[in-house]
């Protein structure tokens, strides 16, 4: 049987579309040879969007029920962004960052966006001796050049390396062995889950928005974003995409008007409170 999280939709002739999409968080839609079945994962009682006909319009009217129940983002078109990684990866430091952007400085895009690599670690979200002037006055450069300066943070993961994980291991989210949820594989090894229900991480990640912000970054590219929503044993007994959600608003607060790429996230808890979405796969490890 296949199963998708939230829509499903099974072509029954040329053109003819059968959609079955949640209205609520968790939702998953499995088909069984013929039958489309909807559920809830946390056994939610929620409300379903079922129509039938033409694919773009079956579609469209159900993005215009998720809209009018999550919101939609501010902007009609997405800004043209020049993002480190897909150049450099990690290798970067402030001679190159500098050398690319007046390079770029006459090229038309409206953000020039540091990725990965600017940080101590993922957790420790501050930069390395490698950028020895500090974000600010990297962001202060950026602007000087007629771009949004943007930055790359993965708010909800953290590697051994972090204080955080060797000062407050009452905030990783834990599976049932109580051991540490792995998010999945980057540079560093394997990162590990924060539990994003626990008031004190909550209040961390504002506080760790307000500091990017306030370093002059008005486009913030969010990262491994899926680490809020991971099976595990929570602070709070609510369902995982609830507690993701929770912590998004959180940071959707503390980010104000600054446009919020959220990448590897679950789509329908991330509506309304990003302003986009990258759902294709990253780059290849190899040029």
Known sequence: NHVSA???AVELADDDILLLGALN???RVELDGQTLIGFYEDNH????????GNEDQVFAQYASHLEAKFGKTRYDNPPRVWCSWYSLYKWINEPIVLNALD?????????????????VTHGDWEPTRKFPS??????DRIKAAGKTAGLWVAPFMVTKLSSIYRNRPDW????????????????????????????????????LIRKVRGWGYDYLKLDFLYAGALPGKRYQNIPREVAFRNALKVIREAAGDAYILACGAPIIPSIGLCDGIRVGPDVSPYW
């Open 134 to 139: 500090g974000m600010k006055a990297l962001a």
């Open 25 to 27: 968080l968790s939702g």
């Open 103 to 119: 390079r770029l400085k006459d090229f038309p895009f409206d953000i020039f966006q540091l990725d990965d690599g600017w940080q």
């Open 172 to 207: 990783l989210l834990r599976d049932k062995h109580d051991k540490p949820v792995p998010v999945g594989l980057t540079w560093e090894g394997v990162p590990y889950a924060l539990d994003v229900s626990h008031p004190e991480v909550l209040a961390w990640l504002g506080q």
């Open 6 to 8: 939230w829509v499903g």
């Open 45 to 52: 009682k929620g409300e379903w969007f079922i129509a039938r």
